[in-house]
Structure formats: C-alpha cells, structure tokens
C-alpha cells in the first residue's frame, strides 16, 4: 500500500530548519516533548534529523559554550549522530518497516527531494497490527 494514506503533511510535524539555532532546537523540543525533529533546508529539502543526543553532544563537546550562548550556534553546524533517512512518497508502506525498527519517523520526500511530511513508527505499528488481528464481524 502506497505510504501517502499513512502519511503525516508536513504542515502537521514538528519541523525545523537547519539556519535555526541551537537554543530554537532545545526549546521546540522541551514544548512539544520531542527527542528529535526533522531538519528542513532553505530550498524545503530534507536536511537530516537533529536529536537531543545531537544537542547535548553539540554542549559537551564546545566546552566554552554556555546555555545563554546557545542562541549563537546553528543547528547545521551540530555533528548529527544518527541519519534518518529519507523514503521517496512513492515508497510502500511494507518498505518502512526495516527503517521504523531505529527510527522513530520516516522521512518522506516528493520527485524534487522537497520535504513533504513523516510516517511515524506508531502508524505503521498500527498498520501491522491490523494485518496481524483480524477483525471481528
């Protein structure tokens, strides 16, 4: 089944761009109680996934950095950990499962690479659950 009835738009995910800074990050995430976020170029394109272990690594590894300058770092200068990768909107909904196993979303990309939305590893969950549990009549 084509991932696009699974998908999340991108108007509805909690993204951010990669000209943001280190402090924009740590903030969006602690309001919407995330552990990470897809990254978005100035072009729209899938940039990466920046996580809290990303922001923590970024903080131990400046060692003259201090919270309140934490405004001063770009996110697109932060060593990424991990890579989520992108999947084309074409893509089948059975061909997320491997990437659902390490990550918590999918990225999804149109023709262009633009960034168009996330399936996440709770949709296809639910998915497979539906294939495995028959319903009752």
Do not use: C
């Not at 800074?21 to 996934?49: C, F, S, W």
């Not at 920046?50 to 950095?65: N, R, S, Y």
């Not at 770009?74 to 909904?93: A, E, F, L, M, T």
């Amino acid at each position: 089944m084509n991932i696009a009835f699974f998908l999340t738009p991108k108007e509805e995910v909690v993204w951010i761009a990669e000209d943001s800074t280190m402090r924009q990050a740590i903030e969006k995430m602690e309001y919407h109680r995330y552990t990470a976020m897809p990254l978005v170029d100035n072009e729209g394109r899938y940039a990466g996934t920046i996580t809290e272990g990303d922001l923590l690594w970024g903080l131990k590894h400046t060692p003259d950095l201090r919270f309140k300058d934490t405004n001063k770092v770009r996110i697109k200068n932060i060593s990424k950990y991990q890579y989520n990768k992108p999947v084309s909107i074409d893509s089948h909904i059975e061909d997320l499962i491997p990437l659902s196993i390490t990550q918590n979303f999918i990225p999804v990309v149109d023709d262009h690479e633009k960034f168009i939305g996330i399936v996440k590893r709770s949709t296809i969950i639910n998915y497979l659950y539906n294939k495995l549990i028959p319903k009752s009549s």
